[in-house]
C-alpha cells in the first residue's frame, strides 16, 4: 500500500524558510515521480516542484523557482522541500503525491493517484 505523510508544516513570519518533509512507504523511488502542491482556500491546487529520482530531473513552478529546493532522500524513502524566503503568498496547504513515472513531461496535479494528508504553512506578514 502506498503512503505518504507530510510533516514540518507551521507558523512563520515573512522572510523565513520552513524545510517540508514526506516519509513514504509502499513503492520504490526510481519508478515514480514525486512532487509537492499547495492549495489555499479557493484557489485550484497547484505544482510548486516534482522531481523524478530515475534521471535527478527536477521542475518548479515560477512562483517559487530560486526560492524552493527540491530533494529526496531514497534510501530513507524521503521527499523534501526547502523553503526559504518565504512571502504571505506562500500561506496554503501543502502535499506531496507520488505517481507511477519513468520520463516525459511531469503530470499535471490531477493525475496523481497517491496524496499525503495534507500540512498547513501559515507565512505572517
Known amino acids: 500500500e502506498v503512503q505518504l ?3 514540518g508544516g507551521g507558523l512563520v513570519q515573512a522572510g523565513g524558510s520552513l524545510r517540508l518533509s514526506c516519509a513514504t512507504s ?3 523511488f526510481d519508478d515514480y515521480a514525486l512532487g509537492w502542491f499547495r492549495q489555499a482556500p479557493g484557489v485550484e491546487r497547484e505544482a510548486l516542484s516534482c522531481i523524478r529520482s530515475a534521471d535527478s530531473t527536477t521542475y518548479y513552478a515560477n512562483s517559487v523557482k530560486g526560492r524552493f529546493t527540491i530533494s ?3 534510501a530513507r524513502n524521503t521527499l523534501y522541500l526547502q523553503m526559504n524566503s518565504l512571502k504571505p503568498e506562500d500561506t496554503a496547504v501543502y502535499y506531496c503525491a507520488a ?3 519513468l520520463g516525459g513531461e511531469f503530470p499535471p496535479w490531477y493525475e496523481y493517484p497517491y496524496w499525503g494528508q495534507g500540512t498547513q ?3 505572517s506578514s
Do not use: A, C, L
Request: proline share 7%; aromatic share 6%.
Open 72 to 74: 529526496s532522500d531514497n
Open 5 to 7: 505523510v507530510e510533516s
Open 26 to 28: 509502499g513503492f520504490t
Open 99 to 101: 505517481i507511477p513515472h
Open 121 to 123: 504553512v501559515t507565512v
